[in-house]
């Protein structure tokens, strides 16, 4: 206002014009409000657990992803593990878009210690009866459907993930932890909806796969598209 009063008075027209940058330079860098995520939001319960600290954040059009790491009480994520397994979860950094948990980043950089865990999944079943090779997984960027694949024999994977801030995360931050799950000569990374994909693709699979993260009450379901 006083910018426009001095510019129609036509007096210190100058004087005022710096005057209202360097208050707009000094809000922008002091003045930013902290935000917090709400305590309701899986975000703000996984950062009550003892030890928690967001690891990284990245911000896009689909929202901001926050990366959770936790060493002291460490993210064991483990769907449909056999009760008679005889290996650990491997170390885990749990995801969340816009405060709602999306999946995990595990460390799979030992093959034969990736393909024993895996192995004890219940996700592991389309693998033994069929061994498919061609192989596409919606929803690929966090989770385990990319890396299970590869470790038990795919050898044409297409990941499909409709977050561009996921799959940076995966593929750029955080290259060396998911084994070749972002190997181009093995994983063929697509960037768009699984429905468009689905839609107008023509290519055939052995299994087609989603990764998906899992509630108590299966609501996360009705966010997949």
Not at 25 to 33: E, F, K, Y
Not at 36 to 56: I, T
Not at 132 to 154: D, E, K, N, Y
Request: hydrophobic fraction near 45%.
């Amino acid at each position: 206002v006083s910018v426009l009063a001095a510019v129609t008075l036509r007096r210190h027209r100058l004087a005022t014009s710096r005057l209202a940058l360097l208050l707009c330079v000094g809000a922008g860098l002091w003045g930013r409000p902290s935000v917090e995520p709400a305590v309701y939001k899986d975000l703000a319960r996984s950062l009550s657990v003892h030890g928690a600290s967001v690891d990284n954040e990245l911000s896009g059009v689909a929202g901001v992803v926050t990366v959770v790491r936790n060493d002291r009480v460490p993210l064991r994520s483990a769907p449909g593990l056999s009760l008679q397994a005889t290996i650990m979860p491997p170390p885990q950094r749990a995801v969340f878009l816009d405060g709602d948990a999306v999946g995990s980043i595990g460390v799979y950089r030992d093959p034969v210690r990736a393909a024993e865990y895996f192995g004890h999944l219940i996700s592991a079943l389309p693998f033994v009866l069929r061994k498919p090779t061609r192989v596409a997984v919606l929803h690929a960027a966090v989770g385990q459907g990319v890396p299970l694949a590869i470790s038990l024999g795919a050898t044409q994977i297409t990941a499909i993930e409709p977050t561009p801030q996921l799959y940076t995360l995966v593929c750029q931050t955080y290259p060396d932890l998911t084994g070749r799950a972002c190997d181009t000569s093995l994983v063929d990374w697509r960037l768009q909806a699984p429905r468009t994909f689905l839609a107008g693709n023509r290519e055939h699979f052995d299994l087609i796969t989603l990764s998906a993260e899992e509630d108590a009450a299966g609501v996360d379901a009705l966010k997949i598209s």
